[in-house]
């Protein structure tokens, strides 16, 4: 009986525990928001694989680091990026964080955020403003290294053919007019390649970092050269892919006839470059959400934030691409 | 065999008034979960007339004339403190109500811009109040000049942005008012739903349980008859 008993009040301890776990546990879930990091973000636009592996990159390490994320897309438009901004400044964000469109534009409503008391984090491009207080921090590439690495490159491969000599006919496929990325990649560049006068720069227009704009523009391009054209310099992978598809239409042979530089190192042009029709690819990685987040926590916390944050990156070629593919997620 | 049989008629009879209680439990709880979030659809919804009273009350104040009370008031009279103060006082009391993570989450981002909204009418207060000081010297200066003309006139564009600022934020918290409302909705979906499931749950228990109380009737029954023949 006593055994029996020993058994009953064992069930019964049994079921009050599991009653009391599964009160604890719908506390849990309840939750408080008091003391969350409200993060308010801007992305440019949700255009081509190395935006959208951004927005993810971002989304994911919110998640992690437990950080509500409000996001906000400004599609390639400068002015709905501002008005998005603005929103986010009225919603009170502990931290406002924005990738710009263009290079200028935004002292107004970076004044807005200050007055607010809004710390704000610049990410993947640059931005010109008159007082660089009010940003606190930039993370991202150095775009201007990124042209400068291209003309290395290509300065290098061209000494590699014993073709240092001969004059080079260069083509330039340009991002988006005023973007970041379009005008300090084009500043890099040329910075090397002024220093070399058998380098000619034919052609140079955007083709909006799109692939079927970059196809049309290098089309038109090899029409207007009669195809006198050595190298095709793009400002992004897909205009470079872009290209490729022109030159073959063109029947020429990309990556032999014709030296195919993008940026970025994205997927498909690991693969094109695996294929012999790319030659290189400058690395702009788009996994910028850890170091996003880590700035914020440090911003949210009081510490210390560097004024600028350049991200690790790598040229691959025709050397180390096949490496590197198994690796690459976007 | 008959005590047995009673023993399983009480089981049944204990298990049926027991299954019976907590339905009846859950269905008062689920009715009053449906007046709260009634009460909170209220209680939101009663955040819009109060903010378009306070666009007017701050247009009466920039405009020097309310043509409710048919003459000139200052920003003191305008009320807008107190219309705020019931605005964050409603944000509170919903948020108080709420277990939702995301929906407390939406009530401090509303909270959040309340306080925008308050730091921009206090801007606007402290331009208001520059530009009556400025008025008053100048009228001590230069006493029927145009001078004061002029300088009413300089303060027009600062008026007119910080007032559209204000707007703009207003616009912000009636869009996350309706986002709330979204989310109040989409919870009082998953209150029905989770009601509808429990209701058939009981109406099945109650089915069984039914025809388990019939045959142990029936069982007593015959039991009870066969003693009395013996």
Redesign the interface.
């Known amino acids: 009986m006593e055994r029996f008993m020993g058994k009953k009040a064992g069930l019964v301890l049994c079921g009050l525990l599991v009653l009391a776990f599964f009160c604890a546990a719908e506390t849990l879930?309840?939750?408080?928001?008091?003391g969350?990091i409200?993060l308010g973000f801007v992305q440019v636009s949700a255009e081509g694989t190395w935006r959208m592996t951004n927005t993810k990159s971002i989304k994911k390490a919110a998640e992690e680091a437990g950080i509500?994320l409000?996001f906000r897309e400004g599609e390639n438009n400068y002015s709905n990026q501002i008005k998005e901004m603005?929103?986010l400044?009225?919603?009170?964000?502990d931290v406002l964080a924005f990738s710009p469109s263009q290079v200028d534009v935004w002292d107004s409503v970076l004044e807005e955020a200050r007055d607010?008391g809004i710390p704000v984090i610049v990410l993947d491009r640059a931005i010109n403003v008159t007082d660089s207080s009010l940003y606190l921090t930039h993370i991202g590439s150095d775009m201007i290294e990124e042209g400068r690495r291209a003309a290395r490159w290509l300065l290098a491969y061209m000494k590699t053919r014993k073709r240092e000599q001969d004059e080079i006919r260069v083509a330039i496929l340009e991002g988006v007019q005023g973007s970041t990325p379009a005008v300090h990649r084009n500043q890099g560049f040329l910075e090397i390649l002024d220093q070399y006068p058998q380098y000619k720069i034919v052609q140079s227009e955007p083709a909006n970092y799109i692939f079927s704009k970059g196809e049309e523009v290098m089309s038109k391009f090899l029409h207007l050269e009669d195809g006198k054209i050595d190298v095709v310099f793009a400002h992004n992978d897909e205009m470079a892919l872009g290209a490729i598809e022109a030159i073959k239409k063109f029947g020429k042979q990309p990556g032999t006839d014709i030296v195919v530089i993008g940026v970025d190192a994205i997927k498909k042009a690991l693969e094109a470059i695996m294929k012999g029709e790319m030659n290189c690819s400058v690395e702009c990685s788009p996994l910028l959400g850890p170091q996003l987040m880590e700035a914020v926590r440090d911003v949210v916390k009081g510490r210390p934030v560097p004024k600028r944050v350049v991200t690790v990156e790598y040229d691959y070629d025709e050397t180390n691409a096949a490496q590197e593919f198994p690796n690459r997620t976007y | 065999m008959k005590s047995r049989i009673i023993f399983l008629a009480i089981v049944l009879a204990v298990g049926a008034l027991t299954a019976n209680l907590l339905f009846l439990r859950y269905s008062v709880g689920c009715r009053a979960e449906h007046a709260t979030i009634t009460k909170r659809i209220d209680l939101v919804q009663g955040i819009k007339p109060r903010l378009d009273g306070l666009e007017k009350a701050i247009w009466g104040v920039i405009s020097i004339y309310d043509p409710l009370q048919g003459r000139k008031v200052g920003f003191q009279e305008s009320g807008h403190h107190q219309i705020i103060q019931e605005i964050v006082e409603r944000i509170n009391e919903v948020s108080d109500m709420v277990?939702?993570?995301d929906m407390?989450?939406q009530?401090?981002?509303l909270r959040?811009?309340v306080?925008?909204?308050a730091?921009r009418t206090d801007v606007i207060r402290e331009k208001f109040e520059l530009k009556r000081m400025d008025e008053e010297s100048t009228e001590l200066l230069f006493p029927g000049s145009d001078q004061l003309t002029m300088l009413s006139e300089s303060y027009v564009d600062e008026m007119e942005k910080a007032t559209e600022q204000i707007r703009?934020?207003i616009n912000?918290i009636n869009n996350?008012l309706d986002k709330y409302l979204l989310l109040e909705l989409a919870q009082m979906q998953r209150e029905d739903e989770k009601w509808k499931k429990q209701r058939q749950g009981a109406v099945k228990l109650h089915f069984v349980a039914g025809a388990l109380a019939l045959i142990t009737a029936l069982l007593l029954l015959r039991e009870t008859f066969r003693l009395k023949v013996a």
């Open positions: 879930v309840q939750g408080d928001t008091q969350d409200i509500h409000i603005r929103e400044i009225a919603m009170g964000v607010a | 277990d939702q993570k407390k989450l009530m401090d981002i959040r811009s306080t925008s909204l730091r703009f934020v912000v996350n």
